[in-house]
């Protein structure tokens, strides 16, 4: 019913930046927080970054002040600027979101993960 596609990943050295989209698509009425996860090899997912519904940002220590999140509400969008790239942000990076549907209440959904691989 309800769909989260990420887009964005590739290969980067360090310093450098990628820019993460996720689009929400589906019979969707209202979304609420929206999040940013991250998962290397070896390693449990954790946290990056959320945005409210009304645009309050919280990051992870290990990323604030490098990763920006932001949202287009218009296109059930939410992004993830990333700039000085390190090393150890090498993940597959998985968004997430509060939604509440035309059909069913708030509920999480995950997207599908895409893959950010920063070269020392």
Known sequence: QVQLVESGGGLVQAGGSLRLS?????R??????????RQAPGKLREWVAR?????????????????????D???NTVYLQMNSL????????????DITTWSSPRNEYWGQGTQVTVSS
């Open 22 to 26: 996720c689009a929400a698509s589906g």
């Open 51 to 71: 945005i409210s519904s009304g645009g309050s940002t919280n990051y992870a220590d290990s990323v604030k002040g490098r990763f920006t999140i932001s949202r």
């Open 28 to 37: 969707i009425l209202r979304i609420n927080a929206m999040n940013w996860y």
């Open 73 to 75: 509400n218009a296109k």
């Open 86 to 97: 390190k090393p150890e942000d090498t993940a597959v990076y998985y968004c997430n979101a």
